[in-house]
């Protein structure tokens, strides 16, 4: 059985939490990747950014439809989304930017379990930590590509 970190790029290209938000751009742009990871200064994973997140920075937010009962504003649906666009409009930093509920792989897991989560949560690219939070590698649907073109 191949485990993650026998694929993993080690060498992972990330971003600090204070990284302002244009060079977060300019840093994917650079890489070629459609996902970065973000990390503090300990190198813990703080969260992701994919380029979806550096677009919908630079959208306009839309101000969620209300309707007047009795003098009160009731939102009609969207306020959940309302709230992520103008989280992401507002962001100034990575850590304001990332996406924090991050599904990841550990080292010992098996090259086919990330692959599940890969195409199961339809990211790009898998962040590989150990039990405290360390970003270890990263494994990206190329990677395992490559391992299954080997094989």
Same mark, same amino acid.
């Given at each position: 059985?191949?485990?993650?970190?026998?694929?993993?790029t080690? +060498?992972?290209?990330?971003?600090?939490a204070e990284?302002?938000v244009?060079?977060?751009?300019?840093?994917?742009?650079?890489?070629?990747?459609h996902?970065?990871p973000?990390?503090?200064?300990?190198?813990?994973?703080?969260?992701?950014?994919?380029?979806?997140?550096?677009?919908?920075?630079?959208r306009?937010?839309?101000?969620?439809?209300?309707?007047?009962?009795?003098?009160?504003?009731?939102?009609?649906?969207?306020?959940?989304e309302?709230?992520e666009?103008?989280?992401?409009?507002? +962001?100034?930093?990575?850590?304001?930017?990332?996406t924090?509920?991050?599904?990841?792989?550990?080292?010992?897991?098996?090259?086919?379990?990330?692959?599940?989560?890969?195409l199961?949560?339809?990211?790009?690219?898998?962040?590989?930590?150990?039990?405290?939070?360390?970003?270890?590698?990263?494994?990206?649907?190329?990677d395992i590509?490559?391992?299954?073109l080997?094989?």
């Amino acid at each position: 059985m191949t485990t993650a970190q026998e694929i993993m790029t080690r +060498a992972a290209t990330t971003v600090q939490a204070e990284d302002s938000v244009k060079n977060v751009g300019k840093i994917l742009l650079q890489s070629g990747h459609h996902s970065i990871p973000v990390v503090n200064a300990e190198g813990h994973l703080v969260g992701m950014i994919g380029e979806r997140d550096l677009i919908d920075a630079n959208r306009e937010v839309h101000l969620p439809t209300m309707l007047t009962i009795l003098d009160g504003l009731i939102p009609l649906g969207g306020m959940h989304e309302y709230e992520e666009e103008l989280r992401k409009a507002t +962001a100034v930093t990575a850590a304001q930017l990332a996406t924090t509920k991050v599904v990841t792989a550990g080292p010992d897991e098996s090259v086919d379990d990330v692959a599940e989560k890969l195409l199961r949560r339809e990211v790009h690219a898998l962040p590989i930590v150990d039990t405290e939070g360390t970003l270890l590698g990263i494994i990206t649907r190329s990677d395992i590509l490559q391992h299954l073109l080997k094989s």
